[in-house]
């Protein structure tokens, strides 16, 4: 009863903030609606069993993704008349993407419908945690693509380092090192300085 | 418990939702006591060290200032700025209070005392730590001002940096007591070091990682010397300046929540928990009146102390980070050093329990 409940709880909110993220006017409320459909839709995995996916989702989705997404967003200065006047010029180009969307729609039920994919793969056992049935896939069977997938990610990580990495030589960075180094007697002289003589520095 | 009411006329789903409901109070309920007696705590520490009197005049020894503030709090008026966003204006201290209680969840006060025992414990915990910025986010947008605004771009930056490292922390705690769920965490370090010390700080392996682990806690509770989000001199009250009331007092809640939960996943994480520090039998509980009276809450709750004050002496005495120094920290103290030890951990736990090198 409460896990029926709870799915179309979480179905509802999911497609009610998705369907937000379209028509609300203010790009911040949009990313705040797709928030919310992230969590929904951990909210499902959870009633799936999958609460290993449903937390990573809530973590790197919620947490970090759509908080950058958020931070972006928020510091636009949108200009809602300008915004709503290029509708026409890129109703095609949604048209198109909307119509993709369909189709892969369209696939995906034909393909659930024609039985769940196995791929030679025994299921989990239903009393092995998940997180121990993902690692054990994931690093004996799937070995190779998840290494490839670490090393595509150490790419892009090291391409947007450099992209943004740029070294200025007019500026004086701080050297925390040296300034923890400096001792009293580096910085401090003694002196007592005749009347009328004044200190050299 | 569960069983008794589902035993009732109320059937399997209603005496399940009750008994939830009365078992959330019993947590939620001596948390909000528990806020308003470490503020205190807290004024009073600040106050010794600084050789003040501190709160001496609502009920004894000051005892009852918080309750009296948050009555002059709660009696005030709501004022929601006309330029602001008023929906998510409200939303956002809710956000805050709400993700700083819902984390209580997980938490073992003792073996099997904890509302929901799941298997990724932990990861529910960084989970909806993670949400606790967007509070912060929303409330500095939706105040549509300036300095509220500031505040926010600074949460999220630093709520981003700092979590990388605590995760990376986590995942070090998770390799050595190879399971997510918290209660089992805690029972891994029972008898840790020659069986007698209860407590991974205690492994010379993981100490460095409690240290970063503390420090990281207090960035992620925005506590001095890392509250720039809230920095006096320059954001007024940060995303608090345009709130007053109730709505003000709700921050403060969930703010001093989150506080009390670092310092119990400080213990929980790295100094044992509910678990006595010395593996003795005598010191987990007594039998009185042939009833066995467990002493788990006890400790944990002592051990939360502890790292309260320590909390309210790194507040009294040191001073805040400048942001670049903050970033700098996270990002590059932190990150490499939790890297280095998740590598050196991970090798010595294929090394010792695996046997690869043998």
Known sequence: ?201 | MTAWFQGTWLGEGGGWFLANLILILLIALPLMLAVAMIIYAERKIWAAIALRRGPNVVGPWGLLQSFADGLKVFLKETIIPSSANKGLFLIAPIITFTVALIVWAVVPFDVGVVLTDINVGLLYILAASSLGVYGVIIAGWASNSKYPFFSALRAAAQMVSYEVSIGFVLICVVLYAGTFNLTGIVMAQKGNIFGILNGYAFNPLLFPMAVVFLISSMAETFRTPFDLVEAESELVAGHQTEYSSMSFALFWLGEYANVILMCALNAILFWGGFLPPLNLDFLYGFTLFDHYFSLGWVWLILKMCFFFFVFGWVKATVPRYRYDQLMRLGWKIFLPLSLLFVVLISGWIMWTRYGVAA
């Open chain 1, 1 to 201: 009863m409460i896990a029926i409940f709870a799915f179309y709880l979480f179905a509802t909110l999911t497609i009610a903030s998705a369907v937000l993220v379209i028509f609300a006017r203010n790009p911040v409320h949009s990313v705040l609606w797709l928030i919310l459909a992230f969590f929904n839709a951990a909210g499902l995995m959870l009633i799936l069993g999958a609460e290993f996916i449903a937390m990573l989702l809530v973590i790197v989705y919620v947490g970090a993704v759509a908080v950058l997404f958020l931070f972006i967003v928020m510091m636009l200065d949108i200009d809602f008349a300008a915004l709503r006047s290029g509708f026409t010029r890129n109703l095609p180009f949604g048209l198109v993407v909307a119509l993709v969307l369909l189709a892969e729609i369209i696939v995906a039920v034909s393909a659930w419908k024609a039985g769940p994919v196995t791929g030679g793969v025994q299921p989990a056992a239903t009393n092995q945690p998940n997180i121990e049935a993902v690692g054990e896939l994931l690093y004996t069977r799937y070995l190779f693509p998840f290494e490839i997938a670490g090393l595509i990610l150490l790419v892009a990580m090291i391409g947007a380092i450099v992209l943004t990495h740029r070294s200025r030589g007019d500026v004086r960075g701080q050297k925390v090192w040296k300034q923890v180094d400096r001792r009293p007697e580096d910085a401090i002289r003694n002196l007592q300085p005749k009347v009328g003589e004044g200190v050299k520095l």
